[in-house]
């Protein structure tokens, strides 16, 4: 098994964040993010989030995602201060998320199975928490917010840097100047594709005059 995109699910998913987001001025952000999520049908949805996080687009987003999906939309919060701040801005919204207190890194041992996840770029240890999470074995996507704060010299983060390639392999990513930046992968199935991935590795020719098969690895 793998992620399967709908389209039908992503654009319910988008035209209701765009009814619903007129309360952010920084619009493509919750919209984008939303229909992502929803769109893979992500079965458990995590983001990091703190009190310095600022506005709540991505959350908004991953909560109407969450209602399309039936699944899990799970927030990690570092202190109690962010968890009354995340809790309050979400309920004036009318939404809700499960609040999970702790460092990123430690919950990131409970949640299994994780198909959509996403982080702030501007946290320290943000890349550590990407290559501690248990992803789900059908396949997962990753997001950065806030990516554009890290576009700076000597940034060494690379997609590749937080997957274990012996079992997984990075589909495709791509960076969009939404927001503060978002930065996204998407990772195989565990196990997915890897005698596709092997298989490209080597080249066959037969040669017409001789009969010859000759293999040749790229």
Not at 23 to 44: H, K
Not at 79 to 104: K, N, P, Q, T, W
Not at 105 to 127: A, W
């Amino acid at each position: 098994m793998k992620l399967i995109w709908s389209p039908d699910t992503a654009s319910k998913a988008y035209i209701d964040t765009v009814q619903s987001c007129g309360v952010f001025r920084e619009s493509g952000v919750a919209e984008l993010v939303s229909a992502m999520a929803a769109g893979w049908n992500a079965q458990l949805i995590v983001e990091t989030w703190s009190s310095e996080g600022g506005v709540m687009a991505t959350s908004m987003g991953l909560a109407i995602a969450r209602a399309h999906t039936g699944g899990r939309h799970v927030c990690i919060v570092p202190d109690e201060r962010s968890r009354s701040e995340y809790a309050e801005s979400m309920g004036e919204l009318g939404m809700s998320a499960e609040i999970v207190l702790g460092e990123a890194e430690e919950v990131m041992e409970g949640l299994e199975g994780i198909d959509f996840l996403v982080v702030d770029s501007r946290c320290r240890n943000f890349s550590r928490v990407l290559r501690l999470a248990k992803l789900s074995g059908n396949g997962a996507v990753l997001m950065c917010k806030n990516a554009s704060f890290r576009s700076v010299p000597n940034s060494s983060f690379k997609w590749r840097s937080v997957l274990d390639e012996g079992s997984r392999r990075l589909v495709r990513s791509v960076f969009l100047p939404v927001g503060k930046g978002l930065d996204m992968a998407h990772v195989s199935a565990l196990g997915g594709d890897s005698n596709k991935v092997s298989a490209k590795r080597w080249i066959k020719h037969l040669d017409p005059l001789s009969g010859e098969l000759h293999v040749i690895r790229r």
